[in-house]
C-alpha cells in the first residue's frame, strides 16, 4: 500500500529541503503532480499523458470544497472564478492567475487547462466559449516552436483577459508580448522554425501548394533544409487542419486565410534569394534564385524590379533630392532578413489583433465587466548562447518574480507591521536589485541600449564597454573579458552570459522607407494593411486602412520608440493590471532536461525551489494570514451570519460574527483583521449553509402563496361552474314551460274544431314568448363560454406562447374555461414579435442561404423548411435511433438539427458565424456547409451524448403536409407576388413560397422533393432561381492576387533545380568514368 504524503506542504511538520524533496519525488513516483504550498499550486511536468483531466474529474472540482478533492489545476480555475464572483472574497474583484517557471516546465498546457475549465464553469451555451478555447491552438502555431529545451516552446508571452458578466463570459482579449522574430530567419543547432511552416508545409494539398507557391520543405534556406519523419509529418498535417479549423471557428475570412498563407510562403521564398556581385560592383541576384524573386514578387503581390530594388539598395531625400545608396553583399542580405522578421511580426500582430476583434464583449459600454486574466509568459532560459531575446525573457520573469515577493513577502509582513500583529520577519531573496539594474533611468540596461542605438555608428562592442563602465562595482553584474562582446547577469534563478551581437540592430528594429511603401502599394490587401499599420507604445499592431501614397512618414514617427523601451511600458502596464487583481500562483517545477518521462532529477528540482523561493513561501503560508479584509468590508458580507438587522460596520461587530462562527486562529489588527488561507472556505460554506435554508424559505413561502392563489382560483372556476349550471337549469325550466304551454294550447284548438264539427279556420297566430337577453358575462379572469363544441387543446409546457397552468388538469370536456381574457394583453405583442423574427429569418435565408442549400435544383432529404420544434419532434418519433432533420429556425437567422435519441428527440442549435461556416453550438468544429457538417458528425459524435447521425428523414408524409410555413403554399394567389411581405401573414406564406422553391427544378429531383413543393408552380421565381443558379460568382474560391505570376515562378524554379541535378548526375558519371581510367 502506497504511503499517503500530504497534500498540503504548510502542514509539514518538519520544514527542510530534505522532507520538502522527499514529499514532493513521493507524490511524483504516484502520478500526483500537484501540491498545495497553501493556496499556491506547485506542478511538475509529467512528461506524459495522465487520466485526471476528463470531464468527470472537471465536474467534481466544480464549487468545491479545498480539502475535500486532491490538488488539481482545475482547484485553482475553480477558486479564480468564485472569487471574481465574490462567492470567496469580500465582494466581486478582477482575478489573475500567475503561472511562472522555467521553459519547459509546463507553463502552456497549464494555461490550456485553466481556460478549459474555466468555460466550462461558465458555460452559457454559447459559441463564444470555444471560440475562445480556440485561440490557444491557432497562437501555439504562430508562436510556439521547438528548442533544445522544450519541444513547444512558446516564443512569446500572452495574456489572455476573459471579460464577464455576472458568471457568463462575454469577451477575451489577448495582450502579446515580444514575438522571437528573429527565429524566422536563424535557428540554433537543434532548433525548428515557428510551427507554422512546418504544419502547413506537411498539410497542405499538393493543389493549394501550386496555388501558393510552395515547393519541397528541404529546399528551403529558413527551415534549414530539414523537414520531419513520416510519423512527425503526420502529426504536423493534423496540427494544420486544428489550425485552418480554429481560424474558421474564431472568425476569419477565406480570403484573408489565402492572403496569410500567400505571405507565409512568400516568406519561405524570400529566404531562398541570394546575391552575386557584378563586374562594377552592384549586386544582383544569382541565376540560381531569379525564380525565387520572382516567386517572391508574386506571393507578395509587388513588381519584381521593385523588389529587387529595395533589397539592393536604400534610398534617401536629402534637401528634396535623392540618393541611392547601393548595397554590400551583406547588406542586402540583412534587407531580406529584415523584410522577413518584419512580416512574419506584423502577420502574428494582425492575428492578435484579429482575434480580439472577434472576440471584443458585445455589450454596452457603461456595462461594468469582472475579468480574470491569465498570464503564460515565457520561462527563465539560459542557453549556450543567449541573445537579445534571452535578455528580454529573463527581465520579464525577474518581474514575475517580484510580483510574486511583493504580494507573497513584502506587503503581508509590511501589513503585519502597521497593524500591531506580532510576528516573527521571514528574509527571502529580494530581486529588487536586479530589476533596477535592468529599468532604472538614465543609467539602466535598456536606457543604455536605447542611448546607443540612436547612433547610426555605435556597435555592440561599444555598448557592452559602457556596461562594463558603469555596472562593474554592481553585485549582480559581472564584466566578461573577450573579443566578442559578452556581459554576465547574476539572476534570481542563476548567472547568464549574453553574447551582446545584434543588440542594437534588434533593439532598433527599423525597417527603410522604400521596402514600406513598396508594400503598401501591394495588391495582396492583407499585406498593404499589415504595413499601412502603426504600432502603440507596447508594440500592439493597430491595423488601420492603408493609403495607397505616402505624403509624410508616420511610419518612422511612430516606430522611434526601440523594442526595448516598448517592452518595458509593456510590462509596467500587465504589472499594473496584475497589481489590481487578486492573484493566484502557479509555479511550474520542470523534472529532468531530458524530457522524459517518470524521471526526477533531484539536484534540478532542489535548485528550482530554491531560486522561486518555495522555502520560504512554505513558511510563510503556514505561519502567515494571506486574508487580510478591512472591517468594513468584513462586516458588509458577513453580517448576515449574526442573523441581526442594522448590524455596524465595525471592529466589535466583527468579533461577535466571527466569534458566532466559532473560528479559530485569526487576528485582528487596528484597521482589519488577519486569516488563515483556510478561513475563506470556512466563511464560505457559513454562508452556503444560510444561501441554502434561505432557499428552502423562499421555497415554502412561495408554493404557500401559489397554493393560495390555485385555492382562489380553483373557487372562481367553481363558483362559475355553479352559476353556469343554474342558469342552464333556469332555461331548461323555462323552456319546458314554453312547450308544455304550446302543446296545452294545441289541445284546446283541436278539441274547439271537434265540438264545431266543421272545418277549422286558420288558427290566429299566437306570438311567442321573446327570448330573454343574455346575462353580461361577469368581469372575471376566467370567462365562461357558452355552448363551446369542444375543448381547445392544451399547449405543451415547453410552448412559448402559452404556459401551462395549475389548473390544466381541470379541463374536460363538459367544463369550458375562456382564457382569451388572460393571454389577450401578451398576444398581440407576442404575435407581432414572432411575426417580425419569421419575415427577418425569411429574408436572411432567401439573400443568403438559398444557393448554398440548393444542390442539382432542389433542397437535400433532410432539409425540412421552416417548420415547429413540435412537428419535428411529431416526424421523428416513429424513427429509428439516428434520425434527424435540419430546419430553420422560426425567431432567429439559423438552423436547428432535430435528432432522435434512444429516449427522446435531442435540438441542436446550429449558428451560421460572420465568415459563412456553420458551427453547432458547443462544438469545436466549423463546416463549409451544412452538407460537410451532416457529413462529419454521421462520422464523428455530437457533444456531450456522441451521437451519429444515420438516417436522414425523408420529406414524405402520410398525412397533411409537414411544413407549418408552406401548408398555404397550394392556395396562395400569384397576384399577390409583388405585394409587401411585411402587412399580413398570408404574405409570409407567399414569401416563404418563393423561398423553398428549388431553382432549376429538374425532373430527376422531383422525387425528393416535399409533397407541397410539387404542387408550387411560381414560375416567375423559377426563372429567377435559375439565373441565381448559373451566376458562380458567389461560390468561387479565392485566390493569390497574382496567381499567375507565382505558378510562372514556380516553373522556372523547377527547371532549375532539374538542369542542376542532371548537370550534378552527369559530372557524377564523368567522375566515375574519370577514375576507372585511372584505374
Known amino acids: 500500500m502506497e504511503e499517503k504524503l500530504p497534500e498540503d506542504l504548510a502542514n509539514l511538520s518538519e520544514l527542510d529541503e530534505k522532507s520538502l524533496l522527499e514529499v514532493l519525488t513521493g507524490r511524483f513516483a504516484q502520478d500526483l503532480i500537484y501540491t498545495y504550498i497553501g493556496d499556491i499550486l506547485v506542478a511538475i511536468n509529467p512528461f506524459k499523458h495522465l487520466s485526471i483531466y476528463e470531464k468527470e474529474v472537471s465536474e467534481r472540482y466544480k464549487c468545491h470544497e479545498k480539502k475535500s478533492l486532491p490538488p488539481h489545476i482545475f482547484a485553482v480555475a475553480d477558486r479564480a472564478y468564485q472569487s471574481m464572483l465574490g462567492r470567496l472574497t469580500t465582494g466581486p474583484r478582477n482575478q489573475c492567475i500567475v503561472i511562472s517557471g522555467e521553459s519547459g516546465a509546463g507553463k502552456t498546457e497549464s494555461t490550456k487547462l485553466l481556460l478549459r475549465h474555466i468555460m466550462e464553469l461558465c458555460k452559457a451555451n454559447s459559441q463564444l466559449e470555444q471560440q475562445i478555447l480556440q485561440v490557444n491552438p491557432l497562437l501555439e502555431a504562430f508562436g510556439n516552436?521547438?528548442?533544445?529545451?522544450?519541444?513547444?516552446?512558446?516564443?512569446?508571452?500572452?495574456?489572455?483577459?476573459?471579460?464577464?458578466?455576472?458568471?457568463?463570459?462575454?469577451?477575451?482579449?489577448?495582450?502579446?508580448?515580444?514575438?522571437?522574430?528573429?527565429?524566422?530567419?536563424?535557428?540554433?543547432?537543434?532548433?525548428?522554425?515557428?510551427?507554422?511552416?512546418?504544419?502547413?508545409?506537411?498539410?497542405?494539398?499538393?493543389?493549394?501548394?501550386?496555388?501558393?507557391?510552395?515547393?519541397?520543405?528541404?529546399?528551403?534556406?529558413?527551415?534549414?533544409?530539414?523537414?520531419?519523419?513520416?510519423?512527425?509529418?503526420?502529426?504536423?498535417?493534423?496540427?494544420?487542419?486544428?489550425?485552418?479549423?480554429?481560424?474558421?471557428?474564431?472568425?476569419?475570412?477565406?480570403?484573408?486565410?489565402?492572403?496569410?498563407?500567400?505571405?507565409?510562403?512568400?516568406?519561405?521564398?524570400?529566404?531562398?534569394?541570394?546575391?552575386?556581385?557584378?563586374?562594377?560592383?552592384?549586386?544582383?541576384?544569382?541565376?540560381?534564385?531569379?525564380?525565387?524573386?520572382?516567386?517572391?514578387?508574386?506571393?507578395?503581390?509587388?513588381?519584381e524590379e521593385d523588389l529587387l530594388k529595395s533589397l539592393t539598395c536604400t534610398t534617401s531625400v536629402t534637401r528634396g533630392e535623392a540618393i541611392q545608396r547601393l548595397h554590400n553583399q551583406q547588406q542586402a542580405e540583412d534587407a531580406r532578413d529584415s523584410i522577413t522578421k518584419v512580416a512574419y511580426g506584423r502577420v502574428f500582430g494582425w492575428i492578435v489583433s484579429k482575434i480580439n476583434e472577434q472576440l471584443a464583449p458585445k455589450v454596452d459600454c457603461d456595462v461594468e465587466l469582472n475579468e480574470i486574466g491569465i498570464l503564460d509568459i515565457f520561462g527563465f532560459e539560459n542557453f549556450a548562447v543567449n541573445r537579445f531575446e534571452q535578455l528580454c525573457i529573463n527581465l520579464a520573469n525577474e518581474q514575475l518574480q517580484y510580483f510574486?515577493?511583493?504580494?507573497?513577502?513584502?506587503?503581508?509582513?509590511?501589513?503585519?507591521?502597521?497593524?500591531?500583529?506580532?510576528?516573527?520577519?521571514?528574509?527571502?531573496?529580494?530581486?529588487?536589485?536586479?530589476?533596477?539594474?535592468?529599468?532604472?533611468?538614465?543609467?539602466?540596461?535598456?536606457?543604455?541600449?536605447?542611448?546607443?542605438?540612436?547612433?547610426?555608428?555605435?556597435?555592440?562592442?561599444?555598448?557592452?564597454?559602457?556596461?562594463?563602465?558603469?555596472?562593474?562595482?554592481?553585485?549582480n553584474f559581472e564584466v566578461v573579458r573577450n573579443h566578442t562582446p559578452l556581459f554576465t547577469i547574476v539572476h534570481y534563478a542563476g548567472k547568464v552570459q549574453y553574447n551582446a551581437s545584434g543588440f542594437l540592430e534588434k533593439n532598433r528594429d527599423t525597417i527603410p522607407a522604400n521596402i514600406r511603401e513598396l508594400f503598401i502599394n501591394s495588391v495582396t490587401p492583407l499585406l498593404s494593411v499589415l504595413f499601412a499599420a502603426t504600432i502603440s507604445r507596447t508594440g500592439t499592431l493597430m491595423p488601420r486602412k492603408a493609403k495607397l501614397q505616402v505624403a509624410d512618414d508616420n511610419f518612422n514617427s511612430t516606430r522611434k520608440q526601440s523594442v526595448g523601451a516598448q517592452f518595458k511600458h509593456s510590462l509596467a502596464v500587465l504589472m499594473e493590471k496584475m497589481f489590481a487583481a487578486g492573484p493566484h500562483f502557479v509555479r511550474c517545477i520542470k523534472p529532468n532536461r531530458s524530457k522524459q518521462p517518470d524521471q526526477l532529477d533531484?539536484?534540478?528540482?532542489?535548485?528550482?525551489?530554491?531560486?522561486?523561493?518555495?522555502?520560504?513561501?512554505?513558511?510563510?503560508?503556514?505561519?502567515?494570514?494571506?486574508?487580510?479584509?478591512?472591517?468594513?468590508?468584513?462586516?458588509?458580507?458577513?453580517?448576515?451570519?449574526?442573523?441581526?438587522?442594522?448590524?455596524?460596520?465595525?471592529?466589535?461587530?466583527?468579533?461577535?460574527?466571527?466569534?458566532?462562527?466559532?473560528?479559530?486562529?485569526?487576528?485582528?489588527?487596528?484597521?482589519?483583521?488577519?486569516?488563515?488561507?483556510?478561513?475563506?472556505?470556512?466563511?464560505?460554506?457559513?454562508?452556503?449553509r444560510l444561501g441554502r435554508a434561505a432557499l428552502v424559505i423562499q421555497k415554502n413561502y412561495r408554493a404557500r402563496i401559489c397554493r393560495r392563489r390555485y385555492l382562489s382560483l380553483l373557487a372562481e372556476i367553481r363558483r362559475q361552474r355553479q352559476a353556469q349550471r343554474e342558469r342552464e337549469e333556469r332555461e331548461e325550466e323555462e323552456e319546458r314551460r314554453r312547450r308544455q304551454q304550446l302543446e296545452d294550447e294545441r289541445k284546446r284548438r283541436l278539441e274547439l274544431e271537434q265540438e264545431n264539427l266543421r272545418p277549422a279556420s286558420p288558427p290566429v297566430p299566437v306570438p311567442l314568448p321573446r327570448k330573454k337577453k343574455p346575462e353580461p358575462r361577469p368581469r372575471?379572469?376566467?370567462?365562461?363560454?357558452?355552448?363551446?363544441?369542444?375543448?381547445?387543446?392544451?399547449?405543451?409546457?415547453?410552448?412559448?406562447?402559452?404556459?401551462?397552468?395549475?389548473?390544466?388538469?381541470?379541463?374536460?370536456?363538459?367544463?369550458?374555461?375562456?382564457?382569451?381574457?388572460?393571454?389577450?394583453?401578451?398576444?398581440?405583442?407576442?404575435?407581432?414579435?414572432?411575426?417580425l423574427k419569421k419575415t427577418n429569418t425569411i429574408r436572411w435565408f432567401r439573400e443568403t442561404q438559398v444557393r448554398k442549400l440548393t444542390r442539382d435544383g432542389g433542397f437535400p432529404c433532410w432539409f425540412h423548411g421552416m417548420i415547429s420544434r413540435r412537428q419535428a419532434e411529431d416526424l421523428l418519433i416513429d424513427r429509428p435511433l439516428g434520425c434527424f432533420l435540419l430546419r430553420v429556425g422560426q425567431s432567429r437567422e439559423g438552423y436547428t438539427l432535430t435528432y432522435r435519441g434512444a429516449d427522446r428527440c435531442r435540438h441542436y442549435m446550429v449558428e451560421m458565424q460572420s465568415n459563412g461556416k456553420y458551427v453547432i453550438l458547443g462544438e469545436d468544429r466549423a463546416h463549409s456547409s451544412l452538407t460537410d457538417l451532416?457529413?462529419?458528425?454521421?462520422?464523428?459524435?455530437?457533444?456531450?451524448?456522441?451521437?451519429?447521425?444515420?438516417?436522414?428523414?425523408?420529406?414524405?408524409?402520410?398525412?397533411?403536409?409537414?411544413?407549418?410555413?408552406?401548408?398555404?403554399?397550394?392556395?396562395?394567389?400569384?397576384?399577390?407576388?409583388?405585394?409587401?411581405?411585411?402587412?399580413?401573414?398570408?404574405?409570409?406564406?407567399?414569401?416563404?413560397?418563393?423561398?423553398?422553391?428549388?431553382?432549376?427544378?429538374?425532373s430527376a429531383s422531383e422525387s425528393h422533393k416535399p409533397p407541397v413543393l410539387k404542387r408550387i408552380s411560381d414560375r416567375r421565381r423559377r426563372v429567377e432561381a435559375a439565373q441565381t443558379e448559373r451566376d458562380p460568382s458567389g461560390e468561387s474560391r479565392p485566390f493569390p492576387r497574382l496567381y499567375p505570376s507565382i505558378r510562372l515562378a514556380m516553373r522556372e524554379i523547377q527547371q532549375i533545380q532539374q538542369s542542376q541535378d542532371q548537370i550534378q548526375v552527369s559530372s557524377g558519371k564523368a567522375l566515375s568514368s574519370w577514375k576507372r581510367t585511372d584505374a
Not at 156 to 167: A, C, T, W
Not at 783 to 811: G, Q
Not at 956 to 967: A, F, I, S
Not at 973 to 985: G, K, L, P, V
Request: charged fraction near 25%.
Open 934 to 1002: 451532416v457529413q462529419y458528425h454521421s462520422q464523428v459524435g455530437i457533444k456531450p451524448f456522441m451521437e451519429l447521425l444515420t438516417l436522414p428523414c425523408g420529406q414524405m408524409c402520410d398525412q397533411e403536409p409537414d411544413y407549418e410555413e408552406l401548408k398555404a403554399f397550394a392556395s396562395s394567389s400569384a397576384a399577390a407576388d409583388d405585394q409587401d411581405m411585411d402587412t399580413a401573414s398570408h404574405k409570409v406564406h407567399l414569401q416563404m413560397q418563393r423561398l423553398f422553391l428549388p431553382p432549376a427544378g429538374s
Open 145 to 303: 516552436a521547438q528548442t533544445v529545451m522544450n519541444d513547444n516552446s512558446s516564443r512569446f508571452g500572452k495574456y489572455i483577459q476573459l471579460r464577464f458578466q455576472n458568471s457568463s463570459v462575454k469577451g477575451a482579449k489577448i495582450n502579446e508580448y515580444l514575438l522571437e522574430k528573429s527565429r524566422v530567419v536563424h535557428q540554433d543547432e537543434g532548433e525548428q522554425n515557428f510551427h507554422i511552416f512546418y504544419f502547413m508545409l506537411a498539410g497542405i494539398s499538393a493543389e493549394d501548394k501550386e496555388i501558393y507557391g510552395l515547393l519541397d520543405p528541404t529546399c528551403y534556406r529558413y527551415l534549414n533544409g530539414r523537414f520531419g519523419k513520416e510519423c512527425v509529418i503526420q502529426a504536423w498535417r493534423a496540427k494544420y487542419a486544428e489550425v485552418c479549423n480554429a481560424m474558421d471557428m474564431v472568425g476569419f475570412e477565406e480570403q484573408e486565410k489565402v492572403d496569410m498563407m500567400t505571405i507565409l510562403a512568400g516568406i519561405l521564398s524570400l529566404g531562398n534569394i541570394t546575391f552575386e556581385t557584378t563586374d562594377t560592383d552592384a549586386l544582383k541576384v544569382s541565376e540560381g534564385s531569379r525564380g525565387w524573386l520572382k516567386a517572391t514578387a508574386g506571393q507578395f503581390g509587388v513588381q
Open 404 to 475: 510574486f515577493n511583493h504580494h507573497i513577502f513584502l506587503m503581508e509582513q509590511k501589513e503585519y507591521k502597521e497593524e500591531g500583529i506580532t510576528w516573527e520577519t521571514i528574509t527571502y531573496k529580494d530581486n529588487k536589485p536586479i530589476l533596477d539594474l535592468f529599468l532604472t533611468k538614465p543609467i539602466g540596461i535598456l536606457s543604455l541600449l536605447d542611448e546607443q542605438s540612436a547612433f547610426p555608428q555605435a556597435t555592440d562592442r561599444d555598448f557592452v564597454d559602457k556596461l562594463n563602465s558603469k555596472f562593474k562595482a554592481s553585485p
Open 602 to 688: 533531484s539536484k534540478l528540482v532542489m535548485d528550482q525551489l530554491r531560486y522561486n523561493g518555495l522555502m520560504e513561501t512554505i513558511r510563510i503560508r503556514r505561519d502567515g494570514f494571506s486574508w487580510r479584509p478591512a472591517f468594513r468590508e468584513f462586516a458588509e458580507r458577513y453580517s448576515i451570519l449574526l442573523l441581526k438587522p442594522d448590524l455596524p460596520l465595525d471592529k466589535s461587530s466583527c468579533v461577535s460574527i466571527l466569534n458566532g462562527a466559532e473560528l479559530s486562529g485569526w487576528k485582528c489588527g487596528s484597521s482589519r483583521l488577519f486569516f488563515k488561507y483556510w478561513h475563506q472556505e470556512e466563511l464560505a460554506r457559513l454562508l452556503e
Open 780 to 835: 372575471s379572469v376566467l370567462s365562461v363560454v357558452p355552448k363551446a363544441s369542444h375543448l381547445a387543446p392544451v399547449p405543451r409546457p415547453r410552448s412559448k406562447l402559452f404556459e401551462a397552468t395549475p389548473f390544466d388538469n381541470e379541463l374536460n370536456e363538459n367544463v369550458h374555461l375562456d382564457v382569451s381574457l388572460m393571454l389577450q394583453p401578451i398576444d398581440e405583442e407576442r404575435i407581432k414579435e414572432k411575426h
